[in-house]
C-alpha cells in the first residue's frame, strides 16, 4: 500500500498564510466595492444618486441612465470610435511588436544588441509632448482617427516581454528543423512562432487594448473634432465640464445635476464592460504569459 506524501505544514506557515488571505481580502474589498457603488449607483433614480444616498445597492431601481446613455449620439459614437480604435490599434501593435521582436531575439541578426539598446534608450529619453505633437502635425494625422493608432503603435515594453518569451521558449533546434524542410523565415514565424507564442501574444495585446481603450489624453491633443472622440473623452466631458448656464432656472439646473450625477456612473459602466468580456478569453493565456522568462525548457 503506497502512501500519499503531504507536505507537513508548521504553525508558523499557517500563521502565514492567515496573514496572506487576510491582506488578500483587504486589497480584494478595497477594489470590489468602488465598482459595487459605482454599479449600484447606475441603476438608481437620479434623486437618490444626487443626494448621496446609494451606497452597495441601487435605490428606487431605474434604467434611466442608460437610456439616456445610449439615446446620446455624442456618447455612442464615441463608444463605436473606441471599439474602432482599440480594435485597430491592438491589431497593428500586435504584428509591430512581433515584427521587431523576433528578429531580435535570434542569434544570428547582426547587430542586434546596438539595436536593442537603441530601442531600450527611447525608454530613458523620450521625445516629450511638443515634439512629438509637431510630428503628429507635420504629418498630417491632426483630427484623423490615424493620431489615436499610429503614435502610439508600438510600446518599447511589449517587445522587451516578446523577446523574453521568444529567447526562453523558441528553441533553436527548432528553426534549424524547419530550416532543414524548407521553410523560409516567414514561413517559420507564421506557422511555428505564432502559435507557439499565443501566451504572450495575449499578454501583449491586453496591454495595448487596456492603454488604448483607456486613453483620452491623446484625443485632447490630437482630436480638435467632437465626432472623432473617443468614449473616455466624452465620458471626461461629462465628469468635468457638465455646467449649468445662467439662462436655467433652479428646477432645471437640479435636474440637470441630478441626471449628469445618474449619466456619469451609466457611462462608467458602459466603458468598462469591453474589457471585461475580452477577458476571461485571454485570462488562460494570460495567466502562462504573466511567467514569461521565470521558466526555461
Known amino acids: ?24 481580502a483587504i486589497f480584494f474589498l478595497a477594489v470590489f466595492l468602488p465598482l459595487l457603488n459605482v454599479v449600484a449607483n447606475s441603476f438608481s433614480a437620479p434623486a437618490a444618486v444626487n443626494a448621496g444616498r446609494v451606497t452597495f445597492w441601487p435605490v428606487d431601481f431605474s434604467l434611466r441612465g442608460y437610456q439616456k446613455a445610449f439615446s446620446d449620439p455624442q456618447i455612442m459614437s464615441g463608444f463605436l470610435h473606441s471599439l474602432f480604435y482599440t480594435g485597430v490599434g491592438t491589431v497593428l501593435a500586435v504584428v509591430l511588436t512581433v515584427c521587431i521582436a523576433y528578429p531580435l531575439s535570434r542569434k544570428d541578426l547582426w547587430g542586434r544588441s546596438v539595436i536593442s539598446m537603441a530601442i531600450i534608450f527611447t525608454m530613458l529619453f523620450a521625445g516629450g ?9 507635420q504629418l498630417g494625422l491632426l483630427n484623423t482617427p490615424l493620431a489615436m493608432i499610429l503614435p502610439q503603435a508600438c510600446g518599447v515594453w511589449q517587445v522587451i516581454i516578446a523577446m523574453a518569451f521568444f529567447r526562453s521558449t523558441i528553441p533553436e533546434d527548432l528553426y534549424e528543423a524547419a530550416q532543414l524542410d524548407g521553410a523560409s523565415d516567414l514561413n517559420f514565424l507564421l506557422r511555428v512562432v505564432v502559435p507557439l507564442s499565443k501566451p504572450v501574444l495575449a499578454v501583449v495585446a491586453l496591454m495595448y487594448a487596456v492603454y488604448s481603450w483607456n486613453s483620452y489624453f491623446d484625443a485632447m491633443l490630437y482630436l480638435q473634432n467632437q465626432h472623432l472622440w473617443p468614449l473616455q473623452l466624452v465620458l471626461r466631458n461629462v465628469l468635468v465640464l457638465n455646467q449649468a448656464t445662467p439662462s436655467m432656472s433652479a428646477t432645471e439646473i437640479l435636474e440637470r445635476q441630478q441626471l449628469a450625477d ?15 468580456v475580452v477577458y476571461p478569453f485571454v485570462a ?14
Open 262 to 276: 445618474l449619466l456619469k456612473y451609466s457611462v462608467m459602466v458602459i466603458a468598462s464592460v469591453p474589457l471585461l
Open 129 to 137: 509632448i511638443i515634439p512629438t505633437y509637431l510630428v503628429v502635425r
Open 1 to 24: 500500500m503506497v502512501k500519499s506524501k503531504r507536505i507537513r505544514t508548521t504553525g508558523t506557515d499557517r500563521v502565514f498564510m492567515v496573514f496572506a488571505y487576510g491582506i488578500l
Open 284 to 297: 488562460r493565456h494570460f495567466t502562462k504569459g504573466v511567467m514569461v522568462g521565470a521558466i526555461k525548457g
